[in-house]
């Protein structure tokens, strides 16, 4: 989460009286009231609303929520001017791939406008931003810069200039080793033989991102009349909400926005214009609604809640539009709860269901949590990941070429995925070892397990299974290590009889990360449940694991029946 802070006088001036009244229609549009002094307002926002972290922002939609305006606020786009272009180079496929631009004149800055730049910026940097990971922002003044701009990858050796509010011309990796902006974030960059640059036509380097600006070219101050803004980072929608925030609030302290022409040769998106503040449309149900949400609403009802929302309603089509910058409108159900929150969740009556139910723990989250307080007891970690993984993890870096081809079939991709992460995982070990990955500058030893779900296509029926599974890693760990973990972990659960490890190296297909002379199967009353091993140091290298690592990954499903699940 994070908090703004803004004028009380501007506030009461522009927006309304801060009495008790208004005090309560800030809490209920869900910008919890932190404090308020004679000269200040602080709010906290929440991390699904990023475009409410300026004053600009909050103020543009709790207008409508208090209903002085309605409906979706239009901003003038003017078209691109000459060499108002930024090319992106094929080098940094890898690396940072995607931007979009914009450039924004006629502003009007002092100290208090610069420092709400500022922090906006550094607001959207930490929350969709995920510090900087996902989005990295460069805010330059124009009239220090020569377009067109190429963004690209070079050899950190081959990078020179100097930081913002540094003394000297730094190279790439003096930046990373010395700037304190490098120190913090020189993990993003970490394991890449190229940094990434914007240049312009004088060659002069703008700024390294997701580290730093230049201090020639990236620092604004109360004469900049003129900005050029680019957000870079790995998935090009969230790069343009990014963007559609930060202009939209400059646009709203007075600013006029001038398109961009971005050229992305061979980038599947093509090449674009940004930014681009066409509304999205989608669909809502009347009678979803008010099933989900209890009430008996109707569509005049409806388009008047969602107005209030900041949406616009289609009653004829049953069609709502969206401003650009919204980010948290991924269903159906984020405008239905719009809707909730502009009819007022002070207005709901609760009421009993007309049921007679008793809750009880399904077992085998029992049998699982079981399974997390016997290893926790030894010392280790629990983690938890995503059920959706990328190419890269679950068949890449775990496989040969030749077994890579034998196994691609088995990958199932889900349709219309907005980032690299497209596929349902099919097992837990690859995850475990990108833990251990991310991680491998921390203390030693690392032991860490993960109880999930993964997935299969069922060669017969072609549907996906779903089925619950464990993985346990150790690192440093060896084949001894890790097998008495499992023998202790079967003996606390009373199984120790039904557990047998054994080599099956004859009998079935063993996982081909594992070292071949250091590999077992694990059975379960003489089922083969999973596999037990010492991870093959080509593996480790691919993961840039710098410790050995042993592990064992087993179905839990039998175990589950046995316990009497």
């Not at 580290?211 to 620092?219: A, E, F, P, Q, V």
């Not at 969602?306 to 269903?331: C, F, I, N």
Request: aromatic share 8%; proline share 4%.
């Amino acid at each position: 989460m994070a908090n703004i802070k803004f004028s009380k006088s501007q506030f009461e001036r522009e927006v309304g009286k801060l009495n008790k009244e208004m005090e309560e229609k800030i809490a209920l549009f869900g910008t919890p009231l932190e404090f308020v002094t004679d000269e200040e307002i602080e709010l906290e926002i929440f991390p699904n609303r990023p475009d409410l972290l300026s004053y600009q922002g909050f103020k543009r939609s709790f207008l409508n929520f208090i209903g002085k305006s309605k409906g979706i606020k239009n901003y003038k786009i003017n078209k691109p001017e000459k060499d108002y272009e930024v090319k992106v180079d094929s080098s940094l496929k890898d690396i940072r791939p995607f931007t979009a631009c914009a450039i924004v004149k006629n502003l009007k800055l002092d100290d208090e406008k610069i420092k709400e730049m500022v922090d906006l910026q550094e607001k959207l940097h930490g929350t969709l931003g995920r510090n900087r990971k996902k989005v990295a922002i460069g805010i330059y003044p124009l009239e220090k810069i020569e377009m067109p701009i190429v963004f690209k990858a070079l050899e950190p050796d081959k990078i020179k200039f100097q930081p913002l509010e540094s003394e000297r011309e730094m190279t790439g990796l003096q930046i990373l080793q010395r700037h304190p902006a490098g120190r913090e974030y020189a993990h993003l960059l970490a394991g890449k033989s190229k940094f990434p640059v914007f240049v312009d036509a004088k060659q002069n380097v703008l700024s390294m991102p997701p580290i730093i600006n230049s201090h020639l070219t990236g620092k604004i101050t109360e004469k900049t009349k003129e900005v050029f803004i680019e957000c870079s980072g790995f998935d090009f929608n969230t790069l343009q909400k990014c963007l559609n925030i930060i202009i939209t609030t400059l646009a709203d302290l007075g600013g006029k926005i001038y398109q961009i022409n971005l050229k992305l040769p061979g980038q599947s998106i093509g090449n674009q214009v940004t930014p681009n503040l066409d509304t999205e449309k989608n669909k809502i149900s009347l009678e979803a609604t008010n099933k989900l949400l209890g009430l008996d609403l109707n569509e005049k009802q409806l388009k008047q809640l969602l107005e209030k929302a900041g949406h616009e309603y289609d009653t004829k089509t049953k069609t709502v539009e969206s401003p650009a910058w919204r980010t948290d409108l991924l269903h159906e159900v984020d405008l239905i709860e719009d809707v909730a929150i502009s009819y007022g969740y002070q207005n709901f009556v609760p009421e009993i269901p007309e049921i007679s139910a008793i809750g009880t723990e399904d077992q085998k989250e029992t049998v699982k949590r079981k399974i997390s307080d016997i290893l926790a007891g030894l010392g280790m970690l629990e983690t938890l990941n995503y059920f959706l993984t990328t190419r890269s993890d679950q068949l890449e870096k775990n496989f040969s070429i030749s077994e890579q081809e034998v196994k691609k079939d088995s990958l199932i991709e889900i349709q219309s995925s907005k980032t690299d992460y497209s596929f349902l995982r099919n097992d837990l070990t690859h995850y475990a070892l990108k833990n251990l990955s991310e991680n491998s500058d921390s203390e030693y030893p690392q032991k860490i397990f993960e109880t999930g779900r993964v997935f299969e296509i069922d060669n017969q029926t072609k549907k996906i299974d779903e089925s619950e599974s464990l993985a346990v890693a150790m690192a440093p760990g060896n084949y001894t290590d890790i097998k008495q973990t499992l023998e202790y972990l079967f003996k606390m659960l009373g199984l120790e009889e039904t557990l047998k490890i054994e080599d099956v190296q004859d009998s079935s297909p063993v996982p081909g990360y594992f070292v071949k002379e250091r590999v077992a199967g694990i059975l379960f009353k003489k089922k083969l449940i999973g596999y037990i091993g010492e991870i093959h140091p080509k593996i480790l290298r691919k993961w840039k694991i710098k410790m050995p690592v042993a592990l064992f990954e087993l179905s839990l499903e039998d175990i589950f029946e046995n316990l009497g699940t």
